[in-house]
């Protein structure tokens, strides 16, 4: 069984493959070898644990797993600002520039403050 390490930057990786499970593993998509631990790097987003946990049965870290949760929980709260739409966005925090921004843009920064959990 190949053994899963939750790494920097949001990464997982996947060590000690047989042929047959890097042969496997190739047919992740989001996937990127790691020439200098020997493995393969996936993000870690819920879709390809799923798939990893599905394809491999590798053991993910439950660390991997809860970031993934929350990862998700985010990208939820984004699409849902999305779908409100940007015709009467209003900023949360004051924007740090002097001319006037458009509603897009007003949009798009208050976006990037909940990303930040401001």
């Not at 946990?53 to 053991?59: M, N, R, V, Y």
Request: a positive charge; hydrophobic letters at 40%; proline letters at 6%.
């Amino acid at each position: 069984m190949p053994k899963c390490v939750a790494i920097e930057g949001n990464q997982l990786l996947l060590t000690q493959c047989t042929e047959k499970e890097k042969a496997l593993a190739r047919g992740i998509q989001c996937r990127v070898w790691d020439r200098k631990n020997l493995g393969w790097r996936f993000p870690i987003r819920a879709d390809v644990l799923k798939e990893l946990s599905a394809t491999l049965k590798a053991d993910i870290p439950i660390e991997a797993r809860e970031l993934a949760a929350e990862i998700e929980a985010r990208e939820q709260k984004i699409k849902a600002q999305k779908l409100q739409g940007w015709e009467k966005a209003v900023p949360i925090e004051p924007m740090p520039i002097k001319a006037e921004p458009f509603q897009h843009q007003v949009q798009a920064y208050n976006i990037c403050l909940k990303l930040l959990g401001v």
